[in-house]
């Protein structure tokens, strides 16, 4: 596996300025957040880890995701009906998965006249090595994997690496026994 770049650059990560722009203002959304550039979305299935990261900044609910626990699977959604083109699902990708196609004539009232069916995707679920439970994406297990196994020689990352396999609950768990155990060894 070839390694994953730890992110793609994005106004967040670069700290753009957070200038408050009213609603509906370019790149702006009334509330202190970052400029970003503004345009139709695009999702590049192959890139995506189905964090959600995409589906928390959309105000408008055109991204959703849904997790079918009986079937194991993640579905992923893009409804661009509902989307106003703020272009927060791209900068907030870590991976680029999300990106924006830029073209001043093509905005959503004109999209409206010939609407796209929404897009779907489906993700593979990752069973909790301890539990059973679901709690990721096969696919951001191995992009978080591949971060930690980067950081070589540090003792942390090496430790998160081994518990990735883990859910939030166990490791949760583990922590608090480990906690426990370091805390009866000091008393001893």
Not at 90 to 110: E, I, K, Q
Request: hydrophobic fraction near 35%; proline fraction near 7%; charged fraction near 25%.
């Amino acid at each position: 596996m070839s390694p994953l770049k730890p992110r793609v650059p994005n106004p967040i990560s670069q700290g753009a300025s957070r200038a408050v722009r009213p609603h509906g203002a370019a790149g702006g959304n009334g509330i202190g957040a970052p400029a970003v550039p503004q345009g139709k979305p695009h999702h590049d299935f192959g890139r995506c880890i189905a964090c959600a990261a995409c589906a928390v900044a959309c105000d408008t609910s055109a991204i959703r995701i849904f997790v079918d626990e009986d079937e194991g699977m993640l579905v992923w959604t893009l409804d661009l009906t509902d989307c106003t083109w703020c272009g927060r699902c791209a900068a907030v990708c870590p991976t680029g998965a999300m990106g924006l196609v830029a073209d001043s004539a093509c905005r959503p009232a004109a999209f409206a006249d010939d609407p796209e069916p929404p897009k779907r995707c489906l993700f593979a679920l990752r069973e909790c090595a301890s539990c059973g439970r679901y709690y990721a994406t096969n696919k951001e297990v191995e992009y978080a994997s591949s971060l930690l196994e980067q950081e070589e020689g540090n003792a942390d990352a090496a430790r998160a690496l081994a518990l990735t396999g883990i859910c939030p609950d166990c490791k949760r768990t583990h922590d608090a026994k480990a906690a426990g155990r370091r805390a009866g060894m000091k008393r001893a």
